[in-house]
């Protein structure tokens, strides 16, 4: 055999995720999984049944459309109008992909080329870390630091090189749950305007909005020709199966991720897509309920995880609250976690594998509240047995 390692170099490191192992282990103990954000319910009837209906038509079951079917991009185009005003050409200027893990994959591969740096905050979601290893580029950690999980503007301004290639945002934050203010988002477009940066945002998290307001960054002056809006339908819709996303952005940007992406899957969710089109056309009052009661979950158990000793910081958005073991005399979140499952039945996430640092985020863990609320009320009367 070759000596050479099998292993790519530039995925040295990134091993099975976080997210598979601590499933594994939440099946193997019988443990409540509050690590992976899937919910355990299904979304609205009307919507699975848009599937089946789809399926039994014939509709997607062969290869759909390259840039997605044409009534899901309509429908896309026709949501970004209607929360955001904004406007996209649904021939040109949208792409539907498998989820918006493709859609990060494709932009990243597309736009980013050795040497390249990214911005991006710390900590990261996972996948964004393998993406910028793939495509050759160097990532530059801006981190968000408890209590608060603010972005520092000045430390932003002073981490652009001439290298800085683009800014990869996520709004509201996962793990942080952190929802970026009007005053955030613009000093940010003027950074990027000013250094001439491209802009991917991943706004999954778009509808799960508590506190604050979601506005995407394309809206401001000056980014929508420079920036790569990214969604999907797993969050709103509670079908995280489907993978079904979507990029919005100019047609010049566009083009470019969907010569990347035709190389990925090609195409994917062919029936699905025309379910998640009629999903993108529910009422106003489906997403006003669809939060209101997220946010009592997440009310519950961060009340829960507070009564238990942990320090609990109150996600503005998403459906995960970060929290810290310190309380315990705990500092290794990766061993507590492993550990959980055996002292009171709950599976979390250790965010110290979402930092480059050794010691950021070394004692924090993350929850889900995306459970049925006797799901979650067990939950919290296991962990009550940690209490000091």
């Not at 190389?263 to 009052?285: H, K, N």
């Amino acid at each position: 055999m070759n000596a050479r390692p099998l292993l790519n170099r530039r995925l040295h490191g990134l091993g099975t995720t976080i997210f598979a192992e601590m499933s594994a282990l939440a099946s193997a103990t019988g443990a409540i999984n509050l690590g992976q954000g899937f919910p355990d319910t299904d979304g609205p009837e009307e919507i699975r049944e848009a599937a089946v209906h789809a399926l039994r038509e014939g509709k997607g079951n062969q290869y759909p459309p390259g840039p997605g079917v044409p009534e899901l991009r309509a429908a896309i185009s026709d949501h970004q109008e209607r929360f955001y005003d904004l406007s996209f050409d649904p021939e040109t200027e949208i792409l539907v992909t498998a989820g918006a893990t493709e859609a990060i994959a494709a932009a990243l591969l597309a736009l980013l080329e050795p040497g390249d740096e990214v911005i991006a905050f710390e900590p990261f979601y996972d996948s964004y870390t393998a993406c910028i290893a793939m495509a050759g580029a160097k990532r530059v950690p801006l981190t968000l630091r408890a209590p608060s999980f603010r972005p520092d503007l000045d430390e932003l301004r002073a981490k652009i090189t001439p290298r800085t290639r683009l800014l990869l945002l996520n709004t509201p934050h996962n793990p942080t749950g952190v929802v970026l203010t009007a005053e955030e988002q613009s000093a940010i477009a003027a950074l990027a305007v000013e250094h001439d940066l491209l802009v991917v945002t991943d706004e999954v998290y778009e509808h799960l909005v508590y506190e604050g307001t979601h506005r995407p960054i394309a809206a401001l002056p000056g980014m929508r020709e420079r920036t790569v809006t990214i969604s999907s339908a797993g969050k709103t819709f509670s079908f995280t199966g489907w993978k079904v996303g979507w990029v919005t952005g100019s047609r010049e940007l566009v083009t470019a991720v969907r010569t990347a992406k035709q190389y990925l899957t090609y195409v994917s969710s062919g029936p699905f897509q025309y379910a998640i089109a009629e999903a993108l056309r529910l009422p106003d009052t489906y997403y006003d309920t669809f939060r209101a009661d997220l946010r009592r979950r997440r009310d519950l158990l961060a009340d829960g995880l507070c009564a238990a000793g942990f320090e609990v910081y109150r996600p503005q958005g998403t459906y995960f609250i970060t929290t810290d073991i310190t309380p315990f005399g705990e500092k290794d979140a990766y061993a507590f976690c492993r550990a959980l499952p055996e002292r009171c039945g709950v599976v979390a996430i250790p965010n110290s594998v979402f930092y480059d640092g050794p010691d950021a985020g070394r004692s924090q863990i993350r929850f889900t509240f995306c459970k049925q609320k006797d799901v979650l009320d067990e939950a919290v009367a296991r962990l009550r047995q940690l209490a000091p």
